[in-house]
């Protein structure tokens, strides 16, 4: 056995108090969890403490938390970890980010992250006729969406979204890794119905900043971030939706850029992003960067020879791989999270060319061909 | 050291400042720069948004390329961006020897071919865990006294920190903290020194990019920072090129110098402000360069500043 202290976020917001620190001496063994330590906290020194919990055993989902500034299951950070972690030797337990605080740890999931849920439908469409029997897919399509499928909507990714906390519409992690779980499945009859009202959205998938924090705060390894980038790759290059918000704009903008000069050359991205210099889209965007651009002109930041000519042009090789790549069907993707190196991954590739390997941990990746396809491909549902 | 240099597209673009300060301080710390000017750029995440077979591939020749450079110890890259979106590349090629071969015969073409397990790293990377801080120190003619540095790394050099391989002993995410005080400064606690810049997006949601720029600048003020110092130029150009307008969309009056890693480092070794771009910034570096002259007393800032 062993003391920790834990101080804990405690606040009321019917009180009318502000919130405040509330420290708290356990005794338990090291493995313990965090959770645990809380539980004793409020069992034995003080039944206030509003904390939610269910399975203990982090699979339900109920116990998001952040320890020391870090999302995280209570139920699945070990005290001794949690200490390891802390600045002074204090575990600090504070309720999760970009929700509101129902009381103390406890945050209100209804008013943030199930509304966010409810709006990408997150349920199969089925496809018409219904089958007489089951819907039969290839296995390499559910291996694709496995990753989303073990979210248990913890929360964790939204209370760290670094796009959420300026704009508070944004469809959010959790969501849109939900969304791509049925975007992926073949099953589903309403991708491209799904992929335009999420790219049309102003807080759809090209809100998010590529910052990687939801894929640092998942405990279950869904990697969120990583769905946003397959929602857009399918959005953009098998249903062509060309939306409101320049996503897919500025991707192809950004893509014929480097194809054409092999360094980005920003001058002519910014405006090909909007549609081209003269597209009344652009030509607002351009007035009103226009003191940015005096500025930089003023400081020489940049000379108007280069923001107006750009010397480097791509060598020859860079122009080959992308026609080479990009004049094939599909293109080969790694699906689901890579770990490890050859060593581990030494599985011999399996039928036309696509590698699938379980690893021990179930992390599951697979190579598989034409990847820009949903899963599975049109039409490989049965 | 000998490196396989890639400079990045933006340190020759929007932020010339940036490959130009490196250039100077390579020498003053025994770097010699080997530029890889054929290689293209690393993609910034958005190519691999687009087809990261594509992605996978451009970067798997920057590395072929950077492996032929004779006698070099390693690739060196001075831009987060590029650090990430490569180091995510790389974690792809390297997992899988036939994924590998199949992008190697794309490069064939070429006559180039990526062997796994290049080391790739940022020049923050390159200061602590090649030169290292003692020697760094040793170096030092202009120490950083009572100048308030606060750290901004950028996403794709502190996220995720497995592929980035940080951990307690090799803790990359507090890297520019440990360089900052190395150089004699005083490292600047504040809200935003991890998070995101916001420039991804800035054709997308130009208010909520602006937002985020705006509300670290406001942050690192509010904890009393004389600068910033970042080694991602997209950072740069979100914190320092658009702060006039971050300042307007969060509604507050900033003035907060944005330096890049090298500028850092060359002021501290005793280059001047004119060498290492600083009058190229849009907010002028009036903190840094009062500083020095108090310090120093040597450094003029040149009329106009």
Partial sequence: ?382 | MKVAYWPGCVSRGFTPELHGSMEKVAPLLDIELVELDRASCCGAGVIAEHSQELADTLNARTFALAQQVEGADLMMNICSTCQGAQSECQQRLDASAEYREHVNGTLAGEDLQYEANIVNKNFLWVLVEEIGLENLKGLVRRPLTDLRVGPFYGCYIVRPTDRLKIDDEQPRDDYLGMVIETLGGTVIDYAGSHKCCGFPIITMNKKASLTQAGRHLGDATDADADCLVTPCPLCHLNLDLQQPMAAKEVGRDLKMPVLHLPQLVGLALGLEPKELGLQHHVVKPTSVIDWTQSVVGSVSAPAGW
């Avoid at chain 1, 002519?268 to 607002?284: E, I």
């Fill in chain 1, 1 to 382: 056995m062993a003391e920790f202290t834990l101080r804990i976020r405690r606040y009321d917001p019917q009180s009318g108090d502000a919130p405040y620190w509330d420290e708290r001496t356990v005794e338990l063994e090291p493995h313990r969890s965090v959770l645990e330590g809380i539980l004793q906290a409020r069992n034995e020194q003080d039944g206030s403490i509003g904390v939610r919990c269910s399975c203990r055993s982090a699979i339900c989902g109920s116990c998001g938390v952040r320890i020391n500034g870090e999302p995280g299951l209570a139920c699945h950070t070990h005290l001794d970890k949690a200490l390891e972690g802390s600045k002074d030797g204090v575990i600090e337990v504070e309720p999760m980010g970009n929700m509101p605080v129902i009381r103390d740890l406890i945050v209100d999931m209804d008013a943030v992250h199930w509304k966010k849920i409810q709006q990408v439908t997150p349920w199969l469409i089925g496809k018409e006729p219904v089958p007489e029997r089951e819907y039969i897919v290839p296995r390499e399509s559910m291996i694709d969406i496995t990753q989303s499928m073990a979210c248990i909507q913890c929360g964790a990714c939204v209370s760290d979204c670094l796009s959420m906390e300026v704009d508070p519409l944004f469809i959010g992690p959790a969501a849109l890794a939900k969304s791509y779980r049925f975007v992926g499945d073949p099953r589903d009859a309403a991708h491209k119905e799904r992929l335009e009202y999420l790219s049309e959205d102003k807080h759809g998938i090209y809100d998010c900043t590529h910052c990687f924090k939801c894929i640092e705060a998942c405990p279950k390894g869904v990697a969120p971030m990583n769905q946003i980038m397959r929602l857009r790759r399918i959005s953009g290059n098998v249903y062509d939706i060309e939306d409101r918000n320049n996503g897919e704009r500025h991707e192809m903008a950004f893509v014929k850029n480097i194809r054409k000069n092999g360094i980005l050359h920003e001058a002519d991205l910014l405006p090909d992003s909007y549609g081209g210099k003269f597209h009344p889209r652009a030509v607002p965007e351009l007035i009103s960067s226009l003191p940015v651009v005096v500025t930089a002109l003023l400081r020489r930041k940049v000379t108007p020879a280069k923001a107006m000519l750009h010397s480097h042009k791509a060598p020859e090789g860079v122009k080959q791989i992308f026609d080479d790549i990009e004049g094939r069907d599909g293109g080969v993707e790694f699906n689901l999270y890579i770990q490890g190196t050859d060593e581990d991954n030494a599985e011999p590739p399996g039928a036309e060319g696509v590698l699938e390997k379980v690893a021990e941990d179930v992390v599951t990746e697979a190579l598989e061909e034409a990847p820009v396809t949903p899963a599975g491909g049109e039409g490989s549902s049965a």
